[in-house]
């Protein structure tokens, strides 16, 4: 009888730092790490939701930028991160998708390693020329582009990334015959345009906005099979292309073990911020598109959901690992 007192009593004491640590939750600040420099848009996005979180939370939201690797830098430490709550990470849908059909070994395991939490927003991708380019629409390209014979140049941010899929996706479904010319990032691609260097290119929307807006660039069409805010005339590529929805996107998962208490407050704290108006716009200006309201469970479903769907773009255009 005297054993099983002390013993029922062991583990009450035991789970007591454990429940206290939940029940005062967050007790330190809390990190959200980032595989991209500061200055990019998942960055920009992120402290947005960051400062506003930080103020209802009672703690500072630190963002921890992990740049290189195409991500692998990044997840790697937020898959090490510890798995206490007060450490997210901030991905893309290239770190937790589309890096499983480049790499024949990573340094984390997409599935495995995270336990997700929310969907922040989607990031679609655009066609853009020079805003003095002949060529005024995604028909127009194409057939320049075959009419070329392959010497009209079609720029993205690698063709080892997210971006550089979609355009591979693009050249072999429409047939363009483009000369894919794959640069170090999108920035790169953007100042090459710019200079005349390369013809046309494919980058996200959200770094290329405000040129579009200053008329240095002319957006032919978006990835997104749905309205692009701000550029609701612009046609989509599903028009002309069945079936090619192809945007990028941001979700907020956590390191595997993190207390599923603390997993779901902060799923409904990151969507309600979300929900807020003003968050909506001010995010829309930096290009993403807010999408509240997601649960774990969603999410969960939505990155099998995706695994399958890339797994199977990547045979179509026979991307092979590295």
Known sequence: MLKRTFLASLMVMLAAPAAWAQSQWPHKPVKFILSQPAGSGPDNVARLLGERLGKQW??????????????????????????????????????????SYLFKQLPYDPLKDFAPVTFIARSPFGILVRADSPVHSVDDLIARSR?????????????????????RLFNARSKA????????????????LLGGHVQAIVADVASTAALVKQGRLRLLAVTSSRPVPGFESIPR????????????????????????????????????????????????????????GWTPERLATFLREEHARWGSLAKEIDVLPE
């Open 177 to 192: 015959n483009a000369n894919l010319i794959a640069y170090s990032s999108n920035g790169a691609s953007v100042q090459d």
């Open 58 to 99: 009672g703690q500072s939201v630190v963002i921890d930028n992990k740049p290189g690797g195409q991500n692998t830098i990044g997840a790697q430490a937020a898959a090490k991160a510890p798995a206490d709550g007060h450490s997210f990470y901030f991905a893309t849908a290239a770190a937790l998708v589309t890096n």
């Open 237 to 292: 590529l599903a028009d002309l292309l069945p079936g090619l929805d192809l945007v990028g996107w941001f979700a907020l998962v956590a390191p595997s073990g993190t207390p599923q208490t603390v997993i779901d407050r902060v799923s409904k704290d990151v969507s309600a911020v979300l929900s807020d108006p003003e968050i909506v716009q001010r995010m829309a200006t930096l290009g993403p598109i807010a999408e509240p």
């Open 147 to 167: 009419e070329m014979g392959g010497q009209y140049t079609l720029g993205n941010e690698g063709g080892r990334t997210f971006g550089g899929m979609i355009t």
